[in-house]
């Protein structure tokens, strides 16, 4: 499926083929972690941990190129952030927006997925909630200013890739 721009919120699944999903996934599992960010800037708890894909990396690579060659609409954006969200099972982030721009949010995961396990991404729309399931191998897009939140799993990690893209200035 082409992800248009015309469209608050889209996904495309089986983004990238079975094997560059596994390496995805393989990072993810891999990658080194901090203890996670807050969503706000307001004084809300940390949340989840963190990974900042460096530009370096294949991995950033890969996915900045796939994205760039399949998304019309970016490509006079500015990519400004790749990061992996880790969250352990039961934790409850914060809704928060990423400011002006798009989002991608990559659910990278190697397990069928599982309606009772949750982990959707929550997202406010019109005064009501909209969800999205964390099928894996899933690329979903949104417009920043949207309000959302990660919901977690029930018993294992949930491993998202964040990349943020900006308006060029």
Known sequence: MAIQQETILNYSDNFFTESEA???????????????????????????????IPEDQYIYKFIAKTIHDRVEFIRDMKLYRMYINCFAPNENPYFHVDGEGYTFLYYSDNEEF??????????????????????????????????????TYRSRHRFTIAIKYSPKV
């Open 22 to 52: 596994e390496k995805i996934y393989g990072y993810c599992l891999n990658a080194k972690y901090i203890y996670g960010e807050t969503d706000n800037g307001d004084g809300s708890p940390v949340t989840g941990m963190t990974h900042n």
């Open 114 to 151: 599982d309606l009772n396990e949750g982990g959707e991404t929550q997202f406010l729309v019109d005064n009501d909630l909209m969800g999205v399931l964390p099928v894996p191998n899933r690329m979903v897009i949104f417009d920043g200013t949207i309000k959302h939140r990660a919901t």
